[in-house]
């Protein structure tokens, strides 16, 4: 299994980020892709979550409203779309893969693949 993480980068506030994950070595469908995003010093934390065939979605409060998640299994992508960024987001972005229980799809525990982090820095 390898998922990567990519389309971080250097934006000013109110700017928007695409974040894309590929993923392969599972079936997709199965699968949680789950965004998550640990800043200096800050525990790892969700973001947003869909599910196998993309027909939910899961975005923690901070998010709610700005981001927006989706995928496409037949090219083994999910992203990440971030709107109106604020100076908060800035953290390095990973996504995993998992079978998470709903109540717990904000929590890394839930997911037992990880690609490398991706970083976004948003100025103020």
């Known amino acids: 299994v390898q998922l990567q993480a990519s389309g971080g980068g250097f934006v000013q506030a109110g700017e928007s980020l695409r974040l894309s994950c590929e993923y392969s070595?599972?079936?997709?469908?199965?699968?949680?892709i789950g965004w998550f995003r640990q800043a200096p010093g800050k525990v790892r934390e969700g973001v947003s979550g869909?599910?196998?065939?993309?027909?939910?979605?899961y975005y923690s409060d901070a998010v709610k409203g700005r981001f927006t998640i989706s995928r496409d299994n037949a090219k083994d992508t999910v992203y990440l779309q971030m709107n109106s960024l604020k100076p908060e987001d800035t953290a390095v972005y990973y996504c995993a893969a998992g079978t998470p229980i709903i109540s717990e799809i904000m929590k890394p525990s839930g997911f037992g693949y990880w690609g490398q982090g991706t970083q976004v820095t948003v100025s103020s």
């Open positions: 869909i599910s196998g065939v993309g027909d939910g979605t």
């Open positions: 070595g599972f079936a997709p469908d199965n699968y949680y």
